[in-house]
Nanobody
């Protein structure tokens, strides 16, 4: 059974930092994209970041560029999201997404595997 387990969520003050982790088990995603999406209450799911299998191709959503940084370790089957300069509008449930074959690009092009989500709350 494939599982994506997120961790690292929590409550932080505006301007602070958090680091999310997503560890995959049940299969390896070392040949595919891994990414992050988020969804705030009453809003649609939003693309946050994606990283290719090699780590050389990285893309970010416009709202997080320059503040969030994605990385991965294929040996650990893990992807991270370093979130800096957090803002109250970053408050959302953050989901890990992965696929061995399908490219992850935006909310219309996602992988087949999702984590359960981890809550980030940024207080002003």
């Amino acid at each position: 059974q494939v599982q994506l387990e997120e961790s690292g969520g929590g409550l932080v003050q505006a301007g602070g930092s958090l680091r999310l982790s997503c560890r995959a088990s049940g299969r390896t995603f070392s040949s595919g994209d891994m990414g992050w999406f988020r969804q705030a209450p009453g809003k649609e799911r939003e693309f946050v970041a994606v990283i290719s299998w090699s780590g050389y191709s990285i893309s970010y959503g416009d709202s997080v560029k320059g503040r969030f940084f994605i990385s991965r370790d294929n040996a650990k089957n893990t992807v991270w999201l370093q979130m800096n300069s957090l803002k109250p509008e970053d408050t959302a449930l953050y989901y890990c997404n992965a696929d061995s074959f399908k490219p992850i690009r935006d909310t219309s092009r996602t992988g087949d595997y999702w984590g359960q989500g981890t809550q980030i709350t940024v207080s002003s």
